[in-house]
């Protein structure tokens, strides 16, 4: 996403009628002409894609990289409960286990 919004930006700056290579598939480019930098096509996923102007898809771009880092932080933050609480349950195993463990008499 923050390399579509780079390439939205580049896009901005190229003139009416600039040639260039339009990608495909990520191995397979047709050359082409810019027509109109105004508008773009967003996917949106499942095959689906919506024209937006140049302002909206860059704002698309950053409210999906905004929701996909906070997603992340929540993650970060869930898998850190729920490690200290396999470790706090570790903890309470070994002790249970030394308490039930008979001691060697001397």
């Known amino acids: 996403l923050e390399n579509a919004s780079a390439a939205l930006h580049d896009l901005s700056l190229r003139p009416k009628g600039?040639?260039?290579?339009?990608?495909?598939?990520?191995?397979l480019y047709v050359p082409g002409t810019l027509d109109d930098s105004e508008k773009v096509l967003v996917d949106v996923g499942t095959g689906y894609f919506i024209e937006k102007t140049m302002?909206?898809?860059k704002e698309y771009c950053e409210r999906k990289i905004n929701l996909l880092k906070s997603n992340f932080d929540e993650l970060v933050?869930?898998?850190t409960k729920k490690k200290?609480?396999?470790?706090?349950?570790?903890?309470?195993?070994q002790a249970k286990l030394r308490q039930s463990?008979?001691?060697?008499?001397s």
């Open 84 to 93: 200290n609480i396999a470790d706090e349950m570790g903890r309470l195993l």
């Open 18 to 27: 600039k040639k260039m290579l339009v990608p495909l598939t990520a191995s």
């Open 55 to 57: 302002t909206e898809g």
């Open 101 to 105: 463990s008979p001691s060697p008499s």
């Open 77 to 79: 933050e869930m898998a």
